[in-house]
């Protein structure tokens, strides 16, 4: 298989490493894969600008684009980051719909998980995910990249959609 890379959305010497319309074109891509009452069930990234003002809020979110090759494959982004803690959010854009997006979830999850800070300490210990107990099929996923399940939570999660409180499943990585 090929090399899986993933690329931080960051300033590197004032410049930002992907320009707006290309941020705004990833929820675009989520939208157009049919993706985004799934990715964003909660409603508050109702469009591209609200994602792309999430990305760049001081405080707000931590945007990777995860690269096969040539091939942006998708996304991971970190939020609600607390010590050594965050949640973590993944997606694939349907162009890796047919590639092994396990091993891909693999190696792209253990980048951030082996990331060190300018010390050379570990700036992760536990990676948490919330995801829909009725999503079976993402469940299963995360648990063949690598998570493991800490148990499934009542009305953990707002659905935007259907205007009510679903159940969620908490799952986590350690080092």
């Keep these: 298989m090929s090399e899986t890379v ?19 074109s990833f929820y675009e891509r989520i939208e157009r894969d049919g993706l985004k009452d799934i990715v964003f069930m909660h409603g508050d990234i109702p469009d591209a600008n609200a994602f792309l003002h999430e990305m760049k809020r001081p405080g707000g979110s931590v945007l990777y684009v995860v690269y096969v090759e040539d091939l942006q494959a998708g996304l991971i982004w970190l939020n609600r980051i607390e010590g050594k803690t965050c949640r973590v959010h993944f997606t694939s854009f349907s162009e890796a719909w047919g590639m092994d997006t396990v091993q891909i979830g693999r190696d792209a999850i253990r980048q951030v998980m ?3 800070s300018t010390t050379g300490e570990h700036i992760f210990d ?3 995910g919330l995801t829909p107990s009725r999503n079976v099929r993402a469940l299963r996923w995360l648990e ?10 009542p009305n953990a999660m707002w659905d935007a959609k259907a205007g009510e409180s ?4 908490l799952m986590y990585l350690t080092r």
């Design 126 to 128: 536990v990676l948490l």
């Design 144 to 153: 063949k990249v690598g998570l493991k399940k800490a148990g499934d939570i």
């Design 166 to 169: 679903v159940d969620g499943t």
């Design 6 to 24: 993933i690329v931080p959305y960051c300033e590197i010497d004032g410049i930002r490493t992907f320009n707006d319309s290309e941020v705004r």
């Design 114 to 116: 082996y990331m060190t």
